[in-house]
C-alpha cells in the first residue's frame, strides 16, 4: 500500500462544474496536508493546506479533511479550463524534517 | 526576491559523465529538499537537509550526494549518470511545518 493515494484520473469535468479530488494517506500520525496543483511542464505550486479536521474554503477551493477515514479532499467550484493540470496531494508525517510525501497525482481536465 | 532557483534547466549527459545541479533560495528557510519527478511515479525524494550543516537520504538516494553550503544553497550531484536518472528533478525549500516552495526544475536526460 502507497502512502498517499490518488486516482490518476483524467478526471473530465464540464466547465463551470464541481471538480472532487480524493486522497488517501495510510500514516495515522499524519498532521498537515497539502493540495499542489502542476501544470504540464511547471513546477507544483500550493492551492491549499489543511491541518484540522473538517472543511476549509479558500475562494473556489474547499479542502476536507476526515483523519478518521484518513481521508483528503479538494473541490473545485465553478470549475474553469485553466483549472485543466494535475493535481497532487501531499502530507506532512511532522516531526522536524518537514518532509512531505506526495501522492502521485490526479489529471483534471475542464471541458469548455 | 526571486524564491527558489535552480540551473541549469536543461542538460543532456553521456552515460559515465558527472554533473552538479544547483539551487539556491531567498527566502531565509531552514530546510531544503531535492526531488525527482518521473511519469506515473509522482514526486520522489532524493535528499533533504533539514538545517544547516545536515543532510539525510531520502526515498531514492543511490546515485546521487549533496551539499548543504550554506543557508541558501543546496546542491545535488550525480557522479556517473545513468540512464535510470533521466528525469525532472525540482528543489524545495521550506521554513518549518508550511508549505514547500519549488524551483523551475532541471530536466535532465541521460543518454
Known amino acids: 500500500q502507497k502512502e498517499v493515494e490518488q486516482n490518476s484520473g483524467p478526471l473530465s469535468v464540464p466547465e463551470g462544474a464541481i471538480a472532487s479530488l480524493n486522497c488517501t494517506y495510510s500514516?495515522?500520525?499524519?498532521?498537515?496536508f497539502f493540495w499542489y496543483r502542476q501544470y504540464s511542464g511547471k513546477s507544483p505550486e500550493l492551492i491549499m493546506f489543511?491541518?484540522?479536521?473538517g472543511d476549509k474554503e479558500d475562494g473556489r477551493f474547499t479542502a476536507q479533511l476526515n483523519k478518521a477515514s484518513q481521508y483528503v479532499s479538494l473541490l473545485i467550484r465553478d470549475s474553469q479550463p485553466s483549472d485543466s493540470a494535475t493535481y497532487l496531494c501531499?502530507?506532512?508525517?511532522?516531526?522536524?524534517?518537514?518532509?512531505?510525501?506526495f501522492g502521485t497525482g490526479t489529471l483534471l481536465a475542464v471541458q469548455p | 526576491n526571486a524564491g527558489v532557483t535552480q540551473t541549469p534547466k536543461f542538460q543532456v549527459l553521456k552515460t559515465g559523465q558527472s554533473m552538479t545541479l544547483q539551487c539556491a533560495q531567498d527566502?531565509?528557510?531552514?530546510?531544503m529538499y531535492w526531488y525527482r519527478q518521473d511519469p506515473g511515479m509522482g514526486l520522489r525524494l532524493i535528499y533533504y537537509?533539514?538545517?544547516?550543516?545536515?543532510?539525510d537520504k531520502g526515498e531514492v538516494p543511490n546515485g546521487y550526494n549533496v551539499s548543504r553550503l550554506n543557508k541558501r544553497e543546496f546542491s545535488l550531484r550525480l557522479e556517473s549518470a545513468a540512464p535510470s536518472q533521466t528525469s525532472v528533478y525540482f528543489c524545495?525549500?521550506?521554513?518549518?511545518?508550511?508549505?514547500?516552495?519549488f524551483g523551475p526544475g532541471t530536466r535532465l536526460t541521460v543518454t
Open positions: 489543511i491541518y484540522s479536521n
Open positions: 500514516d495515522r500520525g499524519s498532521q498537515s
Open positions: 501531499a502530507v506532512n508525517r511532522g516531526g522536524a524534517t518537514n518532509k512531505l510525501i
Open positions: 537537509s533539514a538545517s544547516e550543516g545536515t543532510t
Open positions: 524545495a525549500s521550506t521554513t518549518s511545518g508550511y508549505e514547500q516552495y
Open positions: 527566502m531565509n528557510h531552514n530546510s
